[in-house]
């Protein structure tokens, strides 16, 4: 079994060594905010932090990842409320939203390096493929996300959701919070 520590849970993985982390994480986990795109690492819609890395999972074995500290999009903030998170949304800088998630994951890395990048910081840092092509709208974003980690500006126009797992459960009945009675899958 391979081990690794996945949004602050230790988790073991009774697969292939060899298996990309990719799958394990959609597949196994069931952490499907990670997004199989090209799977040969060149659009980087499967983004995940290793050891505060941005990096491909598609192309890291989870034998590369024994040991090791993996953040996904779900383990950056509980609540939506992470900087780059609150940036991407109130800079409109989301359009279909498939390759988002490995965007919000290469920020967060590069703004926790560097929190005042340039436009030539952000495209080296995130070299993710966007079809959409939110591009100047994704630099305003990262810049901004950037000022909000320092403290030196505020996003009051994207507010964290403030549902709790069990409350969506209840509002939609094929999620499951693990506390539903047999024939209620509500739990009510």
Same mark, same amino acid.
Request: hydrophobic residues 40%; contains cysteine.
């Given at each position: 079994?391979?081990?690794?520590?996945? *949004?602050?849970?230790?988790?073991?993985?009774?697969?292939?060594?060899?298996?990309?982390?990719?799958?394990?994480?959609?597949?196994?986990? *069931?952490?499907?905010?990670?997004?199989?795109?090209? @799977? &040969?690492?060149?659009?980087?819609?499967?983004?995940?932090?290793?050891? @505060?890395?941005?990096?491909?999972?598609?192309?890291?074995? =989870?034998?590369? +990842?024994? $040991?090791?500290?993996? #953040?996904?999009?779900? $383990?950056?903030?509980?609540? %939506?409320?992470?900087? #780059?998170?609150?940036?991407? #949304?109130?800079?409109?800088?989301?359009?279909? @939203?498939?390759?988002?998630? $490995?965007?919000?994951? +290469?920020?967060?890395?590069? =703004? %926790?390096?560097?929190?005042?990048?340039?436009?030539?910081?952000?495209?080296?840092?995130?070299? *993710?493929?966007? %079809?959409?092509? #939110?591009?100047?709208?994704? &630099?305003?974003?990262?810049?901004? +996300?950037?000022?909000?980690?320092? %403290?030196?500006?505020?996003?009051?126009?994207?507010?964290?959701?403030?549902?709790?797992? @069990?409350?969506?459960?209840?509002?939609?009945?094929?999620?499951?919070?693990?506390?539903?009675?047999? $024939?209620?899958? +509500?739990?009510?």
């Amino acid at each position: 079994m391979t081990a690794m520590t996945v *949004n602050g849970r230790p988790i073991r993985f009774a697969l292939d060594p060899q298996t990309p982390l990719l799958h394990a994480l959609r597949d196994a986990a *069931n952490l499907t905010g990670t997004k199989y795109g090209c @799977g &040969v690492g060149d659009c980087g819609a499967c983004m995940v932090l290793v050891d @505060g890395e941005a990096l491909r999972s598609c192309l890291v074995t =989870i034998a590369e +990842a024994e $040991g090791r500290e993996i #953040v996904t999009i779900e $383990g950056l903030s509980y609540d %939506r409320s992470h900087p #780059v998170q609150q940036a991407l #949304v109130a800079e409109q800088a989301i359009q279909c @939203g498939f390759c988002t998630p $490995g965007i919000a994951m +290469a920020a967060a890395a590069l =703004i %926790r390096k560097s929190p005042s990048p340039s436009e030539e910081d952000i495209a080296e840092a995130i070299p *993710n493929l966007c %079809r959409c092509g #939110v591009y100047p709208r994704l &630099v305003k974003a990262v810049q901004r +996300a950037g000022r909000v980690s320092m %403290r030196r500006e505020r996003i009051s126009a994207a507010p964290a959701p403030g549902i709790e797992p @069990g409350d969506a459960a209840r509002a939609v009945p094929a999620l499951s919070d693990g506390s539903a009675a047999e $024939g209620d899958p +509500a739990g009510d």
